[in-house]
Nanobody, 125 residues
Framework: QVQLVESGGGLVQAGGSLRLSCTAS????????VGWFRQAPGKEREFVAT????????YYADSVKGRFTISRDNEKRTVYLQMNNLKPDDTAVYYC??????????????????WGQGTQVTVSS
């Protein structure tokens, strides 16, 4: 099994930046892609970004394109989400999950698993 741990959340003013980390342990060899999702109070979990591990192909939700960047460090078994120009609408708990599916780019949360505990991101106006 794979265990994922998110970190790096916090409180930031609108226009500010944060970098989230998703660190993996355990049997990671079956992971084909890692995705970041977020869930705001009263809303469903929504796709943010995903990165395919063999070739680092990346996909983003339209709402974060140009502001967020997903990347990975194989040696550290960590996937990052650099978030710039944050907006109050970005406020949510951010989760990372992994998948062995080739349909990772569709950004469906049901295709991902091994969810971590999440990290809170709060953007004040």
């Amino acid at each position: 099994q794979v265990q994922l741990v998110e970190s790096g959340g916090g409180l930031v003013q609108a226009g500010g930046s944060l970098r989230l980390s998703c660190t993996a342990s355990g049997r990671t060899f079956s992971t084909y892609a890692v995705g970041w999702f977020r869930q705001a109070p009263g809303k469903e979990r929504e796709f943010v970004a995903t990165i395919q591990l063999p070739k680092s192909r990346t996909y983003y939700a339209d709402s974060v394109k140009g502001r967020f960047t997903i990347s990975r460090d194989n040696e550290k078994r960590t996937v990052y989400l650099q978030m710039n120009n944050l907006k109050p609408d970005d406020t949510a708990v951010y989760y990372c999950g992994n998948t062995g599916s080739g349909y990772y780019y569709l950004g469906r949360s049901a295709d991902f698993g091994s969810w971590g505990q999440g990290t809170q991101v709060t953007v004040s106006s």
